[in-house]
Each structure stands twice: as C-alpha cells, then as structure tokens.
C-alpha cells in the first residue's frame, strides 16, 4: 500500500509516469484492485489495454512485470519518474534493477527520480538485495552515498510488530508464521537476512553465534 500511494506524490505534474511492478503480471490483481478503489476517486481514467491510470493532469501511474532480463527490455526508450516493485525479493538478477535504474528518469526537472521496493529475506533475489542494501545501508533508513555513481540508497528495516494492522485484522496471523521450520520463521517474522545464508549453517544467527570482527574489538579496547 505504501508503494502504491507513494506514487501519487508527484501526479499533480502532467509530466509524471509511474510504474509498479511485480514478478509476473498474475501477482498485480491484488495491487491494481487497491488502485481501482483509491484511484478512481481522485479523478483518475483507466486503460484496461494499458493497464494505466491518466490523472486529470495528464500524469500516469501504469503496471507491468519483469520475470525474466528480457522482460525488462519492453521498458527500453521510456522513462518514469518513479519505479516501485512490490517483493523485490522475487527479483533474481541484480541486473534487472540496474537496468530500471536507467529508466528513472524525467525531462522535467520538476519531477524526483526515485525507485522503491518492498522485499522479504529468502526470495531468488536474496544474495544480490542482501550485498547492495542490507550489508551496504543502516536499518534505519538513513541515505547513503555509492562511492562510484555518487547516487543515494537507503534501507529500512522492518518486521512483523512494525504492522500492527496485520495482526490487528488477523489475530493468528503471527502464530501461523511461528508455525513454519525455523529457516522461513526467522525469515518471514523476524527479518533475518542471515537466516539460511549459505544454507549449510542455515541456524547461524548474526547476534547469537558471531562476535565482532578483530578491528572493532582494537577500537573497542582503545
């Protein structure tokens, strides 16, 4: 929901396209009926044949999927203002993402370039979304600054308590969770990109079984 209503910020410019994706088309019937109850009530007209939302100022929010690399060529020569993939976890190749990164982009210098996504450990994507956010960013979300592109990227952590709407509607949503083998539970409930890293020490845990690298003790001992 966050990364559906987040691409309304910039639709009061006529410039603006967003695009939404998610691994294949089927996993949009969920988001785009989200879209059909909130959209249609800001004035905006739906293209079936598109699959696209045109506001009142002639900006665009539209839905597409990119299983496969190949797929991600159907967006060569557009471009958005802003790109957001739901379950990015679902992403197998990092490739994919650098690929959009190109296709965030706007004449306008009105608009904000910026991509988004949502992802849960475990997913295809894991090894790639774990080295380019989790290890590289702080799990509060503060920006940080590739030393090569100079462009910014941010991680926030968050787990199951951070949702208490969740549990709120479904009550034994959470104990359905505590229910998988322990791999997926600490996954799914906790958040833990550790969790199975290597797969042949899949019940390591960062905060239980490892101790802090030589250079952070000498500091600390300093």
Request: glycine share 8%.
């Amino acid at each position: 929901s966050a990364l559906l209503m987040g691409l309304l910020r910039q639709t009061h410019l006529p410039t603006f396209r967003g695009l939404f994706l998610r691994r294949t088309f089927p996993e949009l019937r969920e988001v785009m009926d989200r879209a059909l109850f909130v959209f249609g009530q800001l004035g905006a007209t739906w293209n079936e044949q598109q699959k696209r939302w045109t506001f009142e100022s002639g900006a665009t929010i539209e839905f597409g999927y990119c299983e496969h690399y190949r797929d991600v060529m159907r967006y060569q020569g557009q471009e958005f203002g802003t790109i957001a993939w739901d379950e990015l976890g679902q992403c197998p190749e990092e490739r994919i993402w650098l690929y959009l990164m190109s296709r965030c982009r706007s004449a306008d210098p009105r608009v904000t370039c910026t991509m988004r996504a949502s992802a849960n450990p475990g997913g295809p994507g894991h090894a790639w979304l774990k080295r380019r956010f989790i290890a590289a960013c702080d799990p509060n979300g503060r920006p940080v600054v590739d030393p090569i592109t100079g462009l910014t990227r941010a991680y926030v952590s968050a787990r199951l308590a951070d949702n208490p709407t969740m549990t709120d509607n479904d009550p034994l949503y959470e104990a359905r969770l505590r229910a998988l083998p322990e791999m997926e539970r600490k996954q799914l409930l906790d958040g833990d990109w550790d969790a199975g890293e290597g797969l042949a020490l899949g019940e390591l845990a960062r905060h239980v079984h490892l101790i802090r690298p030589p250079a952070d003790t000498k500091t600390m001992d300093a």
